[in-house]
T-cell receptor, first 113, second 111 residues
Framework: GNSVTQMEGPVTLSEEAFLTINCTYT??????LFWYVQYPGEGLQLLLK?????DKGSNKGFEATYRKETTSFHLEKGSVQVSDSAVYFC????????????FGRGTSLIVHP | DADVTQTPRNRITKTGKRIMLECSQT?????MYWYRQDPGLGLRLIYY???????NKGEISDGYSVSRQAQAKFSLSLESAIPNQTALYFC??????????FGPGTRLLVL
């Protein structure tokens, strides 16, 4: 079956630090890959996505590259802000299967001033 | 107005009571989903529906039921609530394998 593994948190950083949140996946087909963000008290919202190998998704300074050879989709940001404090979810949707999404367990990011 | 709405936003109920959580969407998507979120466990799929006549169990459907009243409405029921159903519940919509659009969530406490 499909699965998504992401690093456990919380990840605690100072403002302007570099961020990496690791995400690896297993899929029976050829998935689309997503990062969602959940700000306190809100639902999840799409941060970025990639639909094929070597594609790079980007938004709000965050980036992630679809690496088929390593089955990874790591999230990075060069300089985090306090407002980036949130929970980040890696997810996949398998276009070769039933299209049911699979989510990782989420990684909490705390950014201190 | 929000594309995906959930009611109520917060609910406190007692063990054994029947409750219904409602979800409405204005995105015109065929696919709708119900998830629960628990600390440390991420999102777990309860039920999903690909259209009005197609309803499927997810990972953790025991103790829950759903109704797809129309393309835009998908309700989740707890027939006899128990304390371990205390969680944050999310409704979501999508088109096939593409981006999921989430509602703001319903925080449920079962005493």
């Amino acid at each position: 079956g499909n699965s998504v593994t992401q690093m456990e948190g919380p990840v605690t950083l100072s403002e302007e630090a570099f961020l990496t949140i690791n995400c690896t996946y297993t899929a029976t087909g050829y998935p689309s890959l997503f990062w969602y963000v959940q700000y306190p008290g809100e639902g999840l919202q799409l941060l970025l996505k990639a639909t094929k190998a070597d594609d790079k998704g980007s938004n709000k300074g965050f980036e992630a590259t679809y690496r088929k050879e390593t089955t990874s989709f790591h999230l990075e940001k060069g300089s985090v802000q306090v407002s980036d404090s949130a929970v980040y979810f890696c997810a996949l949707s398998d276009r070769g299967g039933s299209y049911i999404p699979t989510f990782g367990r989420g990684t909490s990011l705390i950014v201190h001033p | 107005d929000a594309d995906v709405t959930q009611t109520p936003r917060n609910r406190i109920t007692k063990t054994g009571k029947r409750i219904m959580l409602e979800c409405s969407q204005t995105k015109g998507h065929d696919r709708m989903y119900w998830y629960r979120q628990d600390p440390g466990l991420g999102l777990r799929l309860i039920y999903y529906s690909f259209d009005v006549k197609d309803i499927n169990k997810g990972e953790i459907s025991d103790g829950y039921s759903v109704s797809r009243q129309a393309q835009a409405k998908f309700s989740l029921s707890l027939e006899s609530a128990i304390p371990n159903q205390t969680a944050l519940y999310f409704c979501a919509t999508s088109v096939k394998e593409e981006t999921q659009y989430f509602g703001p969530g319903t925080r449920l406490l079962v005493l």
